[in-house]
């Protein structure tokens, strides 16, 4: 049976989140509790919006702008099996289309890990891994504290562990309906708080969760 996704949130186009310009899928649920999570909205297993793999794919493939995709969360490896039947599905039709994913684990626990999660780290050129550490908070390029690692697995972006590793910020963008989302990781810790508050005061709605198109 193909595997359906419990999605929190997506983005057509993304720049601060993995190299070049890329969708950005955010599963619901993840197993982990880091303190100062900037995602607490996706923790929770239950209350997701369920995209079929077909469905998912047929988005990705309507992006020509998007160089690839980047799976965040929540965690992506909570949903392994999905992911990499996604990426497969849209690799189909754009066989150069580029992968990159977070993980609250690192590698090594990974390439040991489920089938699936292996299947999904074979399909994956670019990882961050690691769980975010709020003691160890650190303006670093599309990750939020010192331990957690960008690990080229192909050669596709083999060239970027060795760029300068600074903040590439965040990006914010209005919604069809006038709300406000964010994407990006904050490069100062209660980036957040301080945002929803400076909106909130000024009338703005943040989105934070996937909607489905009519
Ligand atoms: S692994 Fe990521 S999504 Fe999960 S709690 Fe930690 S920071 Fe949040």
Redesign the pocket.
């Known amino acids: 049976m193909t595997p359906r996704l419990s999605v929190a949130r997506k983005l057509d186009h993304c720049t601060v989140l993995g190299p070049g310009t890329r969708a950005v899928l955010w599963v619901q649920g993840?197993p982990?509790?880091?303190r100062g999570?900037?995602?607490?909205e996706?923790?929770p297993f239950a209350g997701g919006t369920p995209y079929t793999v077909t469905e998912l794919a047929d988005w990705l493939c309507a992006l020509p702008d998007s160089e690839g995709v980047t799976f965040s969360?929540?965690?992506p490896f909570a949903q392994a099996a999905g992911l990499a039947a996604l990426l497969d599905a849209v690799r189909q039709r754009r066989p150069d289309f580029g992968a990159m994913a977070?993980?609250?684990f690192r590698y090594e626990t990974l390439s040991e890990g489920a089938p699936d999660q292996r299947a999904l780290l074979r399909r994956l050129d670019l990882l961050v891994d690691g769980?975010?550490v709020a003691a160890r908070h650190a303006g670093l390029r599309w990750r939020?504290s010192a331990n957690q690692r960008i690990l080229a697995l192909t050669d596709r972006y083999a060239h970027i562990p060795s760029q300068p590793d600074v903040s590439a910020g965040v990006e914010v963008s209005m919604e069809p309906d006038g709300s406000l989302s964010w994407a990006g990781v904050p490069p100062t810790p209660g980036f957040r708080e301080g945002l929803e508050t400076q909106l909130a005061a000024r009338g703005f709605v943040l989105h934070t969760q996937a909607r489905r198109e009519a």
């Not at 999570?37 to 607490?40: D, E, K, N, R, Y």
């Open positions: 993840c982990l509790r880091c999570c900037v995602a607490a996706t923790l969360g929540g965690e977070y993980s609250g769980p975010y939020g």
